[in-house]
């Protein structure tokens, strides 16, 4: 993570100002050819419309003459750090002190805004992030070395649900899975326990994954509640109403629900669990009967109960 400026032209060169993070040296000259598709103003124009107008002292366009990179080291020279959206979501722009960087939003494209953070909040975040992330790959270490899968499961668990950094809860649960049947029992009362409720979709993926006793029968039974939720809050939808008509917050809160059922289907499947053929059978008749459900992605959900339901059959 450095600070660098491209100077009076946008073309790709830049010169490191500092460096908050790695092992880049202030003077040091990168050649990132990527950021010279920031050249045209267009591409580095502020949207104020989350914020309401600017003042007379905002910037409209962001100059480039600082900015801050988050960069991870390739075989053909830098990427962004991000996984996904490429340099565009892995740049924060400095002008006087005030920072911006690209949002994604609800409805329409993401585009470039004010953040909530001066430059020196920024540094502060980062670094405190950084620290941690180091912390968190070295508690990661620790976990694995636990000779006992039944524990390293329990532990990869409660670092989980305790770390705000994805990419290393996303190795705990991989570290999980490969625990095998021995992790089913602390998957299936984490997935009981509201207090991992926002793992709820990662635990329900390892599920399938790793398998082992309870496991079908715990998502069975959380398929048999969310077709009674479906039963009662379906009737009171519109047609569309996926993406509107109503409070977003609660066309989220749908979507997740959606998600989490399509995800148990889909675990169920990879288990081949026998017993859920009831539920999902009637899951499946329920939600090809009301259009505002069944038309969400062209029948995804009946068709993914189908799935099952064949996968499933005597042969």
């Known amino acids: 993570m450095v600070v660098v400026t491209e100077g009076e032209r946008i073309d790709g060169d830049v010169v490191v100002v500092e460096s908050w993070w790695g092992d880049l040296r202030p003077d040091a ?5 990527e950021l010279a598709a920031f050249a045209d103003d267009a591409a580095r124009t502020i949207d104020y419309e989350r914020h309401g107008e ?4 905002e910037p409209r366009v962001v100059t480039g003459r600082r900015m801050v990179l988050f960069l991870k080291s390739a075989e053909d020279g830098w990427a962004p750090a991000a996984p996904w959206g490429g340099f565009g979501v892995s740049i924060a722009w400095i002008e006087s002190g005030r920072v911006y960087v690209v949002v994604s939003r609800t409805k329409g494209p993401s585009a470039l805004a004010p953040f909530d953070k001066d430059e020196a909040a ?4 980062v670094l405190r992030v950084a620290s941690a992330r180091v912390e968190a790959d070295r508690r990661l270490e620790q976990i694995r070395a636990i ?4 524990v390293r ?3 990869a668990l409660k670092f989980a649900i305790g770390t705000e950094h994805w990419p290393a809860r996303d190795v705990a649960f991989k570290v999980i899975v490969e625990c095998r049947e021995l992790a089913a029992p602390h998957l299936c009362s984490a997935f009981r326990d509201e207090s991992y409720a926002v793992l709820r979709l990662h635990i329900i993926t390892a599920m399938g994954d790793a398998g082992g006793p309870g496991v079908g029968e715990d998502l069975t039974a959380f398929l048999r509640t969310e077709l009674e939720f479906w039963k009662t809050v379906a009737p009171t939808l519109k047609a569309g109403w996926w993406n509107g008509g109503m409070p977003w917050d609660r066309v989220e809160a749908l979507r997740r629900r959606y998600g989490l059922a399509h995800e148990a289907l889909y675990s169920l499947r990879k288990i081949r669990y ?11 008749d329920y939600w090809a009967s009301i259009p505002q459900l069944n038309d969400i992605g062209g029948g995804q959900m009946a068709g993914e109960c189908g799935k099952l339901l ?4 005597p042969r």
């Open 274 to 284: 026998e017993g859920c053929a009831k539920v999902v059978a009637e899951f499946r």
């Open 54 to 57: 600017a003042d007379a002292t």
């Open 153 to 155: 499961a329990k532990e």
């Open 310 to 313: 064949r996968t499933i059959a």
């Open 29 to 33: 000259t990168l050649r990132i050819p």
């Open 122 to 125: 920024l540094r502060r975040e």
């Open 147 to 150: 000779p006992d899968a039944g």
